[in-house]
């Protein structure tokens, strides 16, 4: 490599976007030059400026093809999308008549029930209590909008009765985010987007009309950043305004009846509201996913990066590049679905909340390059007076770094309002440092990844590599009590040196692949995650249960292979050495031993931390080591089966000691210990990342305080280094380079 630049300057510049808007023309230039952006691009609610033009840098522009043009979604309502809800349950206090309202706890604003179209085939009122249809001819819908009710004639005393409904979407969810949080009701600017859909053959040649139109009046934009295609994910507020449901990979607001046509013209069955209702669940990502969504996903799948396929033709045909926001309406794109790349985008980008969420984007297949959108966002909601965006920035940043070091984003941006980011002094500081420290990882290692484990771990779950990264998320990125736990394993490995593969059972069906040396199961029982009945197979339990018998390792966290039958809870207790007492086994005296240590808890001070944990785990085999329980619950353990290892984890939620306990545990589980201790800071806080070909290694401060701490590289190789705050280091790791003393830091 050639001579570097002063790590902490922005002399570099590139790899970076920043937002725009009007009447700060000044401000802009100074900042992009400050900064080294290298790109501009609009946000939700503002307009490109003319100085865009005269400026150096790629400009992108956010394009809207499912809103946007409210005109034509008044004129066209019955193009609006739809999205199916269920009423609030209501029980029958006696035989005879029993009224059901919709629109109980829905927002109004956003949804409406759809009258217009064929309710008896596309309604349905289900008997809970037996689980059975209604017949139509029984029920009859009165009122309109927010006062529509479904009178049931003949409803049973002590019964429980749904409403499952096609509702029409009034308002965009996204829009209407933004709308109330910047208090956008006093402009009378701002109007309140519905969005349409592209099922309808003269709604997709609108949209068609209009990208060209759009293209030929943004002759400036270099990058057309769709933001996203037709499908919001499942997202809707109840009637106080707040969020009810929000499932970031819902397909709930994927309906409309042409398309629940053309899929029983192409599957051969029909759909019902059920369907996509599920009980209320609406297949969330949690629950296991029934063949009828799984084919839906498909169905929809094909059908939209089809029609995105056609929209980039359009965008490359004018020489610009096409860009993927993955947020907003990007259900059917599946950026790890089968026909992604034929889309022929050129690059994704989306908002990086974690980790998880930057190694989701980074890892995309199929495109040139991938950008994430760095926290915090530019609204008032952080940006305002007293407000500390730097904190912010700098929980964000330890986040991400540590992902982007695995495997680097190509670019990073951010999104907003820049003016408010500019009353923020502190923070352009802060960002400048970040921005720096990102084009560092690129510039000093050449572009080469670093090196991992000589082994490959494969997390398993129901979902498998369509949901590569995305496991356990609700809302994108947020915490949830019952998921934290599991989540926390997915956010270790997102910084640790392995490659990560996502399989689904299905996956399995002819064995664990030959390159896997430790399989990771985690989750609660009856999720996809955990697996449910997906283990009553018994080629998946025989195919695992050889694999560790053969030498492999298993992971388990939490309820893994939960699935009551033949006598066990977890299918795999005979692997792991463990199971979940539910009661029924109370007259069993089981034998407790313990160890006072153990390879995988070297680094651990203090007690484990298995956050929610899972209770009532005992020990089911006399070979089962506990390393830590609590009032006679089994924590963590390790177990032999034949040549194989199995280590099991009541929780795992994220922090730097969980971290390098599952470190240790995968190099324990994989049989390989004996190379752990290469490439490793002594404080587990710390994480190291080895460039055999560029001679470096780079240790990174996961902490908000400063650390003195000893980095191991090969052959007994070390270094003491000191690490400022939230800070790195680069380590020469050839006698012939500078020594790490002399190497500048950043924080």
């Known amino acids: 490599m050639g001579e570097q630049q002063p790590i902490g300057t922005a002399a570099t510049a590139g790899r970076l976007t920043l937002p725009v808007q009007t009447g700060i023309d000044d401000q802009i230039s100074a900042l992009m030059q ?20 005269d400026l150096d840098a790629k400009v992108y522009a956010t394009y809207f093809v499912g809103r946007g043009d409210q005109e034509w979604a008044l004129a066209h309502p019955a193009h609006r999308t739809r999205v199916y809800l269920m009423s609030d349950r209501v029980p029958a206090a006696a035989d005879g008549e029993l009224s059901i309202p919709l629109m109980t706890g829905w927002f109004a604003e956003q949804v409406t029930p759809d009258l217009d179209c064929d309710l008896a085939r596309w309604w349905q009122v289900i008997d809970r209590t037996t689980g059975d249809t209604v017949p139509a001819g029984l029920w009859r819908v009165e009122g309109s909008g927010a006062d529509t009710i479904v009178r049931l004639a003949t409803a049973r005393a002590g019964h429980v009765y749904t409403v499952n409904f096609l509702a029409v979407q009034t308002w965009d969810p996204t829009q209407m985010y933004n709308y109330l949080t910047n208090g956008w009701a006093d402009d009378p600017t701002r109007i309140k987007e519905s969005p349409y859909d592209v099922r309808h053959p003269e709604t997709w040649a609108h949209v068609q009309r209009s990208l060209e139109t759009w293209l030929d009046d943004h002759q400036e934009v270099d990058v057309v950043r769709f933001t996203t295609f037709f499908y919001h994910f499942t997202l809707v507020y109840g009637a106080n305004g ?71 033709a359009q965008v490359h045909a004018r020489g610009k590049e096409a860009m993927m ?28 909340g974690s980790g998880a969420t930057c190694r989701m984007i980074a890892d995309i297949p ?28 700098n929980q964000s940043w330890l986040a991400a770094r540590r992902a982007i070091v695995r495997s680097p984003l190509d670019r990073i941006g951010y999104g907003g309002y820049l003016s408010l980011a500019l009353e923020h002094p502190a923070f352009l500081d802060r960002a400048e440092q970040i921005v720096a420290e990102f084009r560092a990882i690129h510039d000093r290692t050449g572009g080469e990844r670093p090196a991992n484990a000589p082994f490959k771990v494969g997390v398993l779950n129901a979902w498998g590599g369509l949901r590569t990264w995305q496991t356990h998320m609700v809302a994108h990125a947020l915490h949830y009590r019952q998921a934290y736990g599991y989540l926390g394993a997915i956010e270790a490995l997102s910084g640790l040196p392995f490659e990560v593969v996502f399989l689904s059972f299905d996956d399995l069906e002819e064995g664990v692949p030959d390159d896997i040396g430790v399989l990771v199961n985690a989750g609660a029982a009856h999720t996809a995650f955990s697996g449910g009945h997906a283990w009553a197979d018994p080629k998946l339990v025989a195919a695992v249960r050889g694999f560790v018998a053969r030498g492999g390792g298993f992971i388990g966290i939490g309820e893994p292979s939960a699935l009551i039958a033949a006598g066990v809870t ?7 050495g463990v199971d979940q007492e539910l009661g029924w086994g109370l007259s069993t005296n089981r034998d407790y031993s313990h160890l006072a240590s153990h390879f995988i808890t070297t680094d651990l001070a203090g007690r484990l931390d298995v956050g929610e944990g899972t209770p009532n785990i005992v020990p089911t085999s006399p070979d089962t080591r506990i390393l830590d329980d609590h009032e006679g619950a089994v924590r963590l353990a390790v177990h032999p089966f034949g040549a194989g ?12 000691a969980n971290s390098r306990l599952l470190h240790r545990a995968l190099y324990w589980a994989a049989g390989q210990e004996a190379g752990f201790g290469q490439w490793v800071a002594d404080d587990p806080r710390v994480e190291v990342a080895h460039y055999p070909e560029a001679q470096l290694c780079l240790a990174i401060n996961n902490s908000s305080e400063p650390i003195r701490t000893r980095v191991h590289g090969a052959a007994g190789t070390s270094w003491t280094v000191d690490l400022e705050a939230v800070g790195h280091q680069w380590i020469p790791t050839s006698p012939t380079k500078t020594s790490p003393s002399t190497e500048k830091k950043n924080r």
């Open 34 to 53: 400050r900064l080294g952006a290298d790109a501009v691009r609009n946000s939700d609610g503002t307009e490109l400026p003319e100085l865009v033009k």
């Open 242 to 312: 707040k969020e009810r449901f929000v499932d970031w990979f819902g397909y709930t607001a994927s309906v409309s009846v042409p398309a629940m046509e053309a899929f029983e013209a192409e599957y051969g069955y029909r759909l019902t509201p059920e369907d996509f209702v599920d009980q209320g669940y609406y297949n969330a990502s949690f629950r296991p996913p029934s063949k009828v969504f799984g084919d839906w996903i498909a169905f929809q799948h094909r059908f939209v990066t089809d029609r995105v396929a056609e929209l980039v």
């Open 325 to 352: 926001f993955l947020g907003d309406n990007w259900i059917g794109a599946e950026p790890y679905g089968p026909h992604f790349p034929q889309t022929r985008l050129d690059a994704v980008v989306g908002s990086v």
């Open 366 to 393: 199929g495109v040139r390059y991938t950008e994430g959108r760095l926290l915090p966002y530019f609204f008032p909601d952080v940006f305002h007076p007293g407000g500390d965006p730097v904190s912010e920035a």
């Open 570 to 576: 977890f299918q795999l207790a005979d692997v792991l």
């Open 645 to 656: 290892r199995a280590v099991y984890l009541a929780g795992l939620p994220y922090s730097h």
